[in-house]
């Protein structure tokens, strides 16, 4: 029987040709100096690096320091506005707000708990100054693991969020522009329940909105029995 041929050079360059060719960002990076300082801090006694986190939150901004970036693909030089790879090697940055702050948080806590796979949302800078938001997911190595290198990889969602947000602001614009009207706004969804009763609403019919919210106009203000060529002319519109 023949025996398993060793992969050799070929499996190395095939992997290494997934990583530098994938059409997501990709980072390797070395957490032997970061995994050194979590070892040195758990010798000083009962240790909780939880603990140590919320009573130290500076420190995560130590060790995202102590992570180093030993190669990223592609992907990653035109997401990040890069022209060349050297210029994201090395300790990460520090450039970190509260939401990046937290995503480290959480990997820093993974790697002391033995976790191997995580997946948050982040935000990030290009070297250009432009703000990123994006989903991370990375795989930690055990301490012990044949490849070392923790992989980290990010998907783009800045054009999701900055939707999400236009979207946001132009409801918020709409809802302010409803309740400030001075004419009265009111919207009912397709079984005559109120969804909108602005201030102007609450003014002429005396109803205040969290008294209508959800319950049927027609049942409340406008009883069908009393006034059934309403609720004709409701039913017709909506069904």
Avoid: C
Wanted: glycine share 4%; hydrophobic share 40%; net charge negative.
């Amino acid at each position: 029987m023949k025996g398993r041929s060793d992969p050799g050079p070929h499996a190395d360059a095939k992997y290494a040709t997934i990583f530098e060719h994938s059409a997501v960002s990709l980072w390797e990076e070395d957490l032997s100096r970061l995994r050194s300082k979590l070892h040195e801090m758990k010798t000083t006694g009962n240790f909780s690096l939880r603990a140590h986190l919320a009573a130290h939150p500076e420190f995560v901004r130590e060790a995202v320091g102590l992570r180093d970036v030993t190669d990223v693909n592609l992907a990653t030089l035109h997401l990040f506005e890069a022209d060349r790879k050297e210029q994201l090697l090395g300790p990460l940055p520090q450039a970190l707000d509260a939401v990046s702050l937290a995503a480290f948080s959480d990997t820093i806590l993974a790697i002391d708990e033995g976790k191997t796979d995580i997946e948050a949302e982040s935000t990030a800078l290009t070297l250009k100054g432009k703000k990123l938001s994006l989903i991370v997911k990375t795989h930690i190595p055990l301490a012990d693991a044949g490849y070392p290198r923790m992989i980290v990889s990010l998907i783009d969602i800045t054009a999701r969020k900055q939707a999400e947000d236009e979207l946001r602001t132009a409801k918020e614009f709409a809802e302010n522009l409803i309740h400030t009207a001075n004419v009265m706004v009111l919207g009912l969804d397709l079984d005559g329940r109120v969804t909108i009763f602005n201030t102007a609403a609450e003014q002429i019919t005396g109803y205040a909105r969290t008294e209508l919210l959800n319950r049927s106009w027609f049942e409340t203000v406008v009883p069908k029995e009393r006034y059934p060529e309403v609720w004709r002319e409701f039913e017709k519109v909506t069904h």
